[in-house]
């Protein structure tokens, strides 16, 4: 079934193709103010006609400096649970999300965190100052030169460097959790087309991987009370009679007897 637009010349557009229609005078726009300037950039520069929300983020890792997609801003629990706290598409600093999911991770538990283990990225000076009015610890090196190290402040010095190492192994399960996504669940081949669907596409992976976490502690639960009620049914069992054995020996012994004589 297809949808079309009647234009005032009476001619019919299919909806699809209408979008598309709609997304060249943008395009041809772009195109012609960076030819008139001599650049090779604009803002919200569109690449795709068919997937006009796309826009390029330069990366600058080995092998691809520009990459295409949303970006999302994603936060984990002690627990294994991921939370999308921020999906979005246009090019911007992943910094610029740490307060938003700061003051989510408050708005979903009732408390701010004890302390922030995220990427260097992260530990702008606004973030560690905002951090800092939360009473909030940023797990990172500190900003500026480090410290001459002087007999005074060696053993601090080295106190926080060993504190810093562990915490920074507890950011492996974020960065195992994308792993996850983009080799099992193909996380970086979204296949939709429109915006909103690949939202749904990516909110559906995380979904999965959520509900993988909840199926495991529901059968460590269901086999813990199998054990528990186990126990119980043993301990509430009534206990043998003494000398019911007993008992039950000298009868057999006297109908043996009996039966001989």
């Known amino acids: 079934m297809f949808l079309f637009y009647e234009t005032s010349d009476s001619l019919k557009i299919r909806i699809p193709q209408l979008r598309r229609y709609w997304v060249l005078p943008h395009l041809y726009q772009q195109q012609y103010e960076m030819y008139k300037t001599n650049t090779r950039r604009c803002d919200d520069r569109i690449v795709s006609i068919s997937q ?45 999300d740490l307060e938003a999911q700061v003051e989510a991770y408050k708005k979903r538990y009732g408390y ?16 560690r100052s905002y951090l800092a009015r939360n009473h909030i610890r940023f797990a990172g ?43 099992g669940y193909r996380l970086n081949n979204i296949r939709a087309k429109r915006a909103d669907t690949s939202v749904a596409w990516i909110n559906s992976i995380f979904l999965v991987m959520n509900l993988l976490i909840l199926v495991r502690v529901f059968i460590c639960l269901r086999n813990l009370a199998a054990k528990i009620a186990s126990w119980v049914t043993k301990k509430s069992m009534p206990r043998e009679i003494p000398f019911a054995r007993a008992y039950q020996f000298s009868s057999n012994r006297n109908s043996y007897l009996a039966a001989h004589i």
């Open 52 to 96: 006009p929300h796309l826009r390029p983020i330069i990366r600058g890792k080995q092998g691809r400096t520009v990459e295409f997609g949303a970006k999302i801003s994603v936060s984990l629990t002690d627990k294994g649970l991921a939370h999308v706290d921020k999906l979005h598409w246009d090019a911007q600093h992943e910094g610029h």
């Open 141 to 183: 090196k500190p900003l500026g030169r480090p410290p001459k190290i002087t007999p005074e402040n060696k053993d601090e010095l080295m106190r926080m460097k060993a504190q810093r190492r562990p915490e920074y192994r507890e950011r492996i399960p974020i960065e195992g959790k994308f792993g996850q996504g983009k080799y």
């Open 112 to 127: 701010y965190p004890e302390v922030v283990i995220a990427d260097t990225l992260y530990g702008s000076r606004d973030n």
